[in-house]
């Protein structure tokens, strides 16, 4: 791991992470706070390339100086990741009485008292591709660092939680879901308008994101650390409960019953989608569950009549990534 410089510490380290959260984040924030107050203007901090500065400390990896465009992080086997910092804290929400905008800090509508405040949650990790070139470019990061700060409970909104995810894009439900943005809804699109990857989403599961970082913000300021590992050695996937996203139109029942063949997972004679899931979420239990391999089938089946239309329209490196999934 190389060093920070400036007296400040060894990049890999929790000593370093937690650190870098004080100086740049919460310390930031609570004068935002304090001035938001007098000016009415929003106390958001913007977390982009605040995100990029924590992925390098967690990682030990340095950034490219790139900003907005370039390889954000430089990988110690000369490849490069992409980092993208979704930030659901601070953001602006409302009074379900009078309609009044209210901040976060706020614990009574500031207009007319009411503790029917609306907080919002809804904020999401963008990824933009504007031309072919792009398109055939986005397989080139060796990983994707997702970083998310979000509420522990949006109704008490006093914990925040920073956690940094490891995708690869090679995997089956990231790279099929962007040769379907870009052919299937981007194309379609007026405004062509980036990818939305929403965290804790089916699309986002199906990209088997792995956790490499995780602390807690705590309402004083002090920083629990949970989970700090190396970039190359992150915790596995771990998936919630499928019966979560039964009224997610994302995953179909058809998609459910490839991946429960395709896995030998015993249904019985239920055909029902709630009852696939339910049967998933029990094999996913026992000691043959398998995450990995189930968010490849899911992906397979989702996307797999989306994307296999468009294979011959595929640059050498997207088609070798997506093609073995097509002919499952």
């Given at each position: 791991m190389?060093?920070?410089?400036?007296?400040i510490?060894?990049l890999?380290t929790?000593?370093?992470?937690?650190?870098?959260i004080?100086?740049l984040y919460?310390?930031?924030?609570t004068?935002?706070?304090?001035?938001s107050?007098?000016?009415?203007?929003?106390?958001?901090?913007?977390?982009?390339?605040?995100?990029?500065?924590?992925?390098?400390?967690v990682?030990?990896?340095?950034g490219?100086?790139?900003?907005?465009?370039?390889?954000?992080l430089l990988l110690?086997?000369?490849?490069?990741?992409?980092?993208?910092?979704?930030?659901?804290?601070?953001?602006?929400?409302?009074c379900?009485?009078?309609?009044?905008?209210?901040?976060?800090l706020?614990?009574v509508?500031?207009?007319?008292?009411?503790?029917?405040?609306?907080?919002?949650?809804?904020?999401?990790w963008?990824?933009?591709?504007r031309?072919?070139?792009?398109?055939?470019?986005?397989?080139?990061?060796?990983?994707?660092?997702?970083?998310l700060?979000?509420?522990t409970?949006?109704?008490?909104?006093d914990?925040?939680?920073?956690?940094?995810?490891?995708?690869?894009?090679?995997?089956?439900g990231?790279?099929m879901?962007?040769?379907?943005?870009?052919?299937n809804?981007?194309?379609?699109?007026?405004?062509?308008?980036?990818?939305?990857?929403?965290?804790y989403?089916?699309?986002?599961y199906?990209?088997?994101?792995?956790?490499?970082?995780?602390?807690?913000i705590?309402?004083?300021?002090?920083?629990?650390?949970?989970?700090?590992?190396?970039?190359?050695?992150?915790?596995?996937?771990?998936?919630?409960?499928?019966?979560?996203?039964?009224r997610?139109?994302?995953i179909?029942?058809?998609?459910l019953s490839?991946?429960?063949?395709?896995?030998a997972?015993?249904?019985?004679?239920?055909k029902?989608?709630?009852?696939i899931?339910?049967?998933?979420?029990?094999?996913?239990?026992?000691?043959?569950?398998?995450?990995e391999?189930?968010?490849?089938?899911l992906?397979?089946?989702?996307?797999?009549p989306?994307?296999?239309?468009?294979?011959?329209?595929?640059?050498t490196g997207?088609?070798q990534?997506?093609?073995?999934?097509?002919?499952?």
């Amino acid at each position: 791991m190389g060093n920070a410089g400036n007296g400040i510490g060894e990049l890999g380290t929790q000593e370093a992470s937690e650190r870098l959260i004080r100086d740049l984040y919460t310390d930031l924030r609570t004068k935002l706070a304090a001035w938001s107050q007098v000016t009415h203007q929003t106390a958001q901090a913007r977390m982009g390339y605040v995100g990029q500065h924590l992925v390098s400390v967690v990682t030990g990896c340095p950034g490219g100086k790139s900003g907005a465009r370039g390889k954000d992080l430089l990988l110690p086997d000369g490849g490069f990741a992409e980092i993208k910092t979704c930030y659901r804290v601070d953001q602006l929400g409302y009074c379900e009485d009078c309609r009044t905008r209210t901040s976060p800090l706020e614990a009574v509508c500031p207009e007319c008292g009411s503790k029917a405040l609306r907080r919002p949650d809804d904020s999401k990790w963008l990824i933009s591709i504007r031309n072919d070139e792009e398109f055939e470019q986005i397989l080139g990061p060796r990983f994707y660092f997702l970083v998310l700060l979000d509420f522990t409970d949006t109704d008490k909104p006093d914990t925040i939680r920073a956690s940094i995810w490891r995708v690869d894009p090679h995997s089956a439900g990231f790279s099929m879901c962007m040769v379907d943005y870009y052919f299937n809804i981007r194309a379609k699109s007026k405004s062509k308008a980036p990818f939305n990857l929403w965290p804790y989403s089916p699309k986002f599961y199906m990209m088997k994101p792995r956790l490499c970082y995780r602390s807690l913000i705590l309402p004083d300021n002090s920083i629990d650390t949970q989970v700090l590992k190396a970039w190359d050695d992150p915790e596995k996937l771990e998936l919630c409960p499928l019966s979560d996203f039964a009224r997610a139109t994302t995953i179909t029942r058809e998609a459910l019953s490839h991946a429960a063949d395709r896995l030998a997972i015993p249904c019985g004679d239920t055909k029902s989608k709630s009852g696939i899931l339910a049967a998933i979420d029990l094999w996913l239990e026992s000691e043959a569950g398998d995450c990995e391999q189930l968010s490849d089938c899911l992906a397979a089946g989702v996307y797999a009549p989306l994307v296999a239309p468009h294979l011959a329209r595929l640059g050498t490196g997207l088609r070798q990534a997506v093609s073995p999934f097509c002919s499952e």
